[in-house]
């Protein structure tokens, strides 16, 4: 069982760059070996989503791909493998099966705690993505894991909903999002355009994953 914290960013650029630093362990047991994997803090500063030339505040069609298993950014030249489990574009969150991919990936969202979930219901079900008309884990403001208010032009991630997902080898993982802004931060109302537009799609999340397939955290 794999318990990680991540920030990636999704800005302009399709550079990778991953800093990571050791902080614990947890182990777990697959096939009766125990087998060690290792608690992280992730920083990265992945720049992808945002085309400052264009004078929008985000390039449709441009993704950040992020592989849950291997717990890395994924090249765009793998967007058509199974490699990567979620896809980011701004507040959308791609999963890879259905029309988003060729892999076994779908998502639902539970609303709860994220400690609270011990194991996979067996009566759960996984949505798949069918754009452009609905994606498994559902975009809109109060619709999936974040509101967003227009006053302040501020995307807020809602607490208790944990997004549980079927990787694209058909494994699982439950990721919760901390925060949408750099730094992990909470921007205040009163912060200028152009702090809320160069601080945001900067996803900070954990996530556990269970490597040996069961629904079982």
Known sequence: MKKLFTQISLVSFLTFTLFACSKSSDTTVVNNTPVTATVKDLMADTVLGLDPTSGMPYSAGKYTFYSIENNA???????????????????KILTNGGTSGTGKGGAFIYKGLFDDIKTIASDSVFKTDNAPTAYAITTGSGNGWYTYDGASNLITPIAGRIIVIKTASGKYAKL???????GGVTLSPTATDAEKLTKSRYYTFRYTYQPNGTTTF
């Not at 950014?73 to 507040?91: G, M, P, R």
């Not at 919760?176 to 750099?182: A, D, G, N, P, R």
């Open 73 to 91: 950014i994924v090249s765009n030249a793998d967007s058509a493998t199974t490699k990567w489990d979620l896809a980011f574009a701004s507040t």
């Open 176 to 182: 919760e999002i901390q925060s949408y802004y750099k």
